[in-house]
């Protein structure tokens, strides 16, 4: 069965040089077709999100043309043109990965603006379940990080859920216990 289209991510929503960014990784792991590249996408965002063909072979050609790709396989017969890094595109990647990476920085910046957008019965079901994709992608990239720095971050991560835990705990147990009556104060007593 297919899955119904999401209307909710539009393409003007994705960054600028997302796209780019993306083809570069994805042919920094070997090559790929256009086509291969544009369906990865459409499986990794559940079809919120896939670039049309009209979007993807102008900029594989621009890329071409930067001389950041090049045609790994010479397209035979209705065969489809497979492209491969150039090292000038290995550069290019690892420049475009250190802006992408200031961004990120930015990033709780402006979540915390777009909590302002919505009313909290939208936002924090959406933010669990940020969390939750958050935590598997996490599992799978977690390997990647060269020791001892992993085992930090880790440390690191440990904390902060340990905190993260604790308050939920404190939300729950409130939900659960009945205020405390306070005592009214004396006449001309502060508190």
Same mark, same amino acid.
Not at 37 to 59: C, F, H, N, V
């Given at each position: 069965?297919p899955?119904?289209?999401?209307?909710?991510?539009?393409?003007q929503t994705?960054?600028?040089?997302?796209l780019?960014?993306?083809?570069?990784?994805?042919?920094?792991?070997?090559p790929?077709t256009g086509?291969s590249?544009?369906?990865?996408?459409?499986?990794?965002t559940?079809?919120?999100?896939?670039? *049309?063909a #009209?979007t993807?072979? =102008?900029? /594989?050609k621009g &890329?071409?043309?930067?001389? %950041?790709?090049?045609?790994?396989?010479? +397209?035979?017969?209705?065969?489809?043109?497979?492209?491969?890094?150039?090292?000038?595109?290995?550069?290019?990647?690892?420049?475009?990965?250190?802006?992408?990476? *200031?961004? #990120?920085?930015?990033? =709780?910046? /402006?979540a915390? &603006?777009?909590?302002?957008? %919505?009313p909290?019965?939208?936002?924090? +079901?959406?933010?669990?379940r940020?969390?939750?994709?958050?935590?598997?992608i996490?599992r799978?990239?977690?390997?990647e990080?060269?020791q001892p720095?992993?085992t930090?971050?880790l440390?690191?991560?440990r904390?902060?859920?340990?905190s993260?835990?604790?308050?939920?705990?404190?939300?729950l147990?409130?939900?659960?216990?009945?205020?405390?009556?306070?005592?009214?104060?004396?006449?001309?007593?502060?508190?």
């Amino acid at each position: 069965m297919p899955r119904p289209p999401h209307h909710w991510l539009h393409p003007q929503t994705i960054p600028r040089g997302f796209l780019r960014l993306y083809i570069l990784t994805q042919l920094s792991k070997g090559p790929e077709t256009g086509y291969s590249i544009i369906q990865r996408i459409d499986e990794k965002t559940e079809g919120a999100w896939r670039p *049309g063909a #009209g979007t993807m072979y =102008p900029l /594989l050609k621009g &890329l071409l043309k930067e001389g %950041l790709v090049r045609v790994a396989n010479p +397209p035979g017969r209705g065969g489809s043109k497979k492209y491969s890094l150039t090292s000038g595109g290995r550069a290019e990647l690892e420049r475009i990965r250190q802006q992408f990476a *200031g961004a #990120g920085r930015r990033e =709780p910046a /402006l979540a915390r &603006l777009f909590s302002d957008l %919505l009313p909290g019965s939208v936002y924090v +079901p959406m933010v669990v379940r940020r969390y939750r994709d958050a935590a598997e992608i996490l599992r799978q990239k977690v390997g990647e990080v060269p020791q001892p720095d992993r085992t930090a971050l880790l440390e690191e991560l440990r904390l902060f859920l340990k905190s993260q835990i604790d308050w939920i705990d404190s939300q729950l147990d409130a939900r659960q216990t009945p205020p405390k009556l306070r005592k009214k104060p004396k006449p001309g007593r502060k508190l």
